[in-house]
Nanobody, 125 residues
Framework: QAQLVESGGGLVQAGGSLRLSCVGSGRMFSRHTLGWFRQVPGKEREFVASITWLGDRTLVADPMKARFTISRDNAKGTGWLQMNNLVPEDTAVYSC??????????????????WGQGTQVTISS
């Protein structure tokens, strides 16, 4: 099964934290770079972070670099996005996906597939 399933979203106050999870299955999960994106209605999907299949390299978008951390555990088939010091502008649907092409870390969602359905994150001021 290739589908990814996200969880961990919710409503928190500004300054709070959330830890999102992304669960995949078996060998497919452990063989792919994993990426997190977010989207608000009417806007394009925005890159948040990605991590190589081995977990030895990560890429985090500049606006989130000081606040967000991406990690994974292939034995558990799970990836995480730790989000700290959240602000209302972080409100979005957060989705994870496999990077399905390319050998480097990419920020363009066109390089990704097998998207999960997403989890809503809402930050109140």
């Amino acid at each position: 099964q290739a589908q990814l399933v996200e969880s961990g979203g919710g409503l928190v106050q500004a300054g709070g934290s959330l830890r999102l999870s992304c669960v995949g299955s078996g060998r497919m999960f452990s063989r792919h770079t994993l990426g997190w994106f977010r989207q608000v209605p009417g806007k394009e999907r925005e890159f948040v972070a990605s991590i190589t299949w081995l977990g030895d390299r990560t890429l985090v978008a500049d606006p989130m670099k000081a606040r967000f951390t991406i990690s994974r555990d292939n034995a558990k088939g799970t990836g995480w996005l730790q989000m700290n010091n959240l602000v209302p502008e972080d409100t979005a649907v957060y989705s994870c996906a496999y990077q399905t092409s390319g050998l480097d870390l990419y920020t363009n969602p066109a390089y990704f597939g097998y998207w999960g359905q997403g989890t809503q994150v809402t930050i109140s001021s």
